[in-house]
């Protein structure tokens, strides 16, 4: 078995679990390499509507293998480093929605991960942290600046200058979290929310995705002014007239994998 598991689902839904239990899915200069290498893959597939990713055993990841960075160089730190922060990026900027399902500890990176998606699912058992400054560095892949766009500012300086872990019901009042279920419930409850999505016309939905997360950071009349582009993209595309059709046939639309 591959140290990144991919599962594709019904309705375009793919579940990505990474795969390395035995070090908590932390990730490594090869877990990093496979990680660029799927995501490129899936953004560009036109049948993908759903991303979802999630972790093997008791973790979702414990972030950067410190045993593989024993001893690295900063030279070979840096350029282990840029893999990252290339997987991230990609998890930030996807068009396509991205759901994390946080099965357990999220710690570092791994927390950074769950937050650079769209939106984020927890188990009860799952812990979250930023533990770099107990080892001397600093979240590295935008958690700075991703913590503080969910929790308060003195929630977000705490978390990220004492590195204390929190709860998943923490988690979900400062805003990381939408849901926390039983661990047994974590993966069901995600995917009937990513089946919602995908039951939803691609172009409409990636229009979303794209002016509420360009936008959030406008000036409300530049924002408004820029989701509107985003509208009339939808109103030229087939998937407009298919769900108005669909709506007075009393049916379900058949959206098309086209943008």
Not at 30 to 45: A, K, P, R, S, W
Not at 105 to 115: P, T
Not at 162 to 177: L, P
Not at 201 to 216: D, F, N, T
Request: charged letters at 25%.
């Amino acid at each position: 078995m591959g140290i990144l598991l991919q599962e594709r689902a019904d309705e375009g839904i793919v579940l990505l679990t990474l795969n390395r239990p035995d070090v908590m899915n932390a990730f490594n200069t090869e877990l990093g390499m496979v990680m660029n290498q799927v995501l490129d893959e899936l953004i560009e597939d036109k049948t993908v509507r759903v991303l979802v990713i999630t972790g093997a055993g008791r973790a979702f990841s414990a972030g950067g293998d410190l045993k593989e960075r024993n001893g690295m160089t900063p030279e070979q730190w840096a350029r282990q480093h840029r893999l990252f922060e290339e997987v991230h990026r990609k998890l930030r900027v996807c068009p396509k929605p991205v759901i994390a399902a946080v099965n357990g500890y999220a710690l570092g990176g791994g927390f950074e991960m769950a937050i650079s998606g769209d939106f984020c699912y927890a188990s009860r058992n799952a812990r979250f942290g930023f533990p770099e400054v107990t080892r001397g560095i600093i979240p590295g892949v935008g958690g700075t600046q991703t913590v503080g766009r969910f929790a308060p500012r003195g929630i977000a300086l705490e978390l990220l200058m004492t590195g204390r872990h929190i709860s998943a019901e923490e988690a979900r009042d400062y805003g990381f979290v939408n849901r926390v279920t039983q661990p047994e419930e974590l993966l069901s409850a995600v995917m009937e929310t990513a089946s919602l999505i995908a039951r939803n016309s691609p172009l409409a939905v990636r229009m979303a995705k794209k002016a509420y997360r360009i936008g959030i950071d406008m000036p409300v009349e530049e924002g408004v002014e820029m989701s509107l582009e985003c509208y009339n993209r939808t109103i030229v595309h087939p998937d407009r007239e298919e769900g108005v059709r669909a709506f007075n046939e009393r049916r379900a639309p058949k959206f098309l994998d086209i943008y």
